[in-house]
């Protein structure tokens, strides 16, 4: 009864996923992830949020989520469909996200999005909306050791991301209710590009985490993204070995 009475965030999702017909459009890994958290003034976020922002204990946060995307591929057409995402199946990302909340449903909103691959980045905002940016990106999360060192710059230089750190291991999944739940375990990611909301669903098991010892170097690149950064504060680190599928859904309005 306490699945039916209390279902997980991941149940949900499920749930929204399988009510979509022919979804998932897309299969995909995703590997050797660390989340940089970031604390934020709401009034001060706001302004660059097009969805009502969701909140913790009355603040607001953005999260830096450094991770590879591993073999993305169609959910049908074997070897073809394969064969035609190639080009853009296996790269690095970074994403910069916040939480939102949007009739009722809580998801993420990408305030933009660090990658390497050019195709990816020229197909991203007219297909899904999505804010992609080119960018160099070099990560080293080896999960043998422990170890985390990553950069991620523009194409010019001019705004790094640098950081090294360490996670012990000691994967588990969220506490209900805590802050952790709130930052991960979310099924959702809502878009606006050209006037239009719109939403993609993604699932995948709960999360496995534990915190990361994580020292920024240089946070240049954040800084780009507006003055909000002004009123943002670094609050912690969290890694995770990640998912070998994570189901993705074509874009819908939102």
């Known amino acids: 009864m306490k699945l039916l009475d209390h279902p997980t965030p991941s149940e949900t999702g499920l749930q929204r996923m399988k009510h979509l017909r022919g979804e998932p459009l897309f299969l995909a890994?995703?590997?050797r992830i660390l989340m940089l958290h970031f604390a934020v003034d709401v009034e001060a976020l706001q302004t660059h949020v097009p969805f009502k922002l969701d909140t913790y204990d009355g603040l607001a946060y953005v999260s830096l989520v450094a991770f590879t995307l591993r073999e993305m591929h169609f959910r049908h057409g074997g070897i073809v469909g394969r064969w035609l995402l190639r080009p853009i199946a296996t790269h690095e990302f970074l994403n910069v996200r916040t939480y939102v909340k949007h009739r009722g449903e809580p998801g993420i909103y990408f305030l933009s999005e660090w990658l390497p691959n050019a195709l990816s980045v020229a197909l991203g905002k007219p297909l899904f909306g999505?804010?992609?940016?080119l960018g160099?990106?070099?990560?080293q999360h080896p999960q043998r050791t422990g170890n985390l060192n990553g950069t991620?710059?523009?194409p010019d230089g001019k705004a790094t991301l640098d950081y090294l750190?360490?996670?012990?291991?000691?994967f588990e999944a969220s506490t209900p209710g805590s802050l952790h739940e709130f930052l991960l375990e979310r099924y959702t990611a809502f878009t606006h590009s050209f006037g239009i909301?719109?939403?993609?669903?993604?699932?995948h098991p709960p999360w496995q985490h534990a915190p990361a010892a994580i020292c920024l170097r240089e946070n240049t690149l954040m800084d780009l993204e507006g003055h909000w950064t002004q009123h943002a504060g670094f609050v912690g680190a969290?890694?995770?070995p990640g998912f070998?599928?994570?189901?993705?859904s074509r874009p819908r309005l939102a």
């Open 152 to 154: 991620v710059s523009t």
């Open 29 to 31: 890994g995703w590997e």
């Open 165 to 170: 750190g360490h996670v012990d291991g000691g």
């Open 130 to 133: 999505l804010p992609y940016r």
């Open 244 to 248: 070998d599928e994570v189901w993705m």
């Open 136 to 139: 160099k990106l070099r990560y």
């Open 238 to 240: 969290t890694y995770s």
């Open 197 to 203: 909301d719109r939403l993609f669903r993604v699932w």
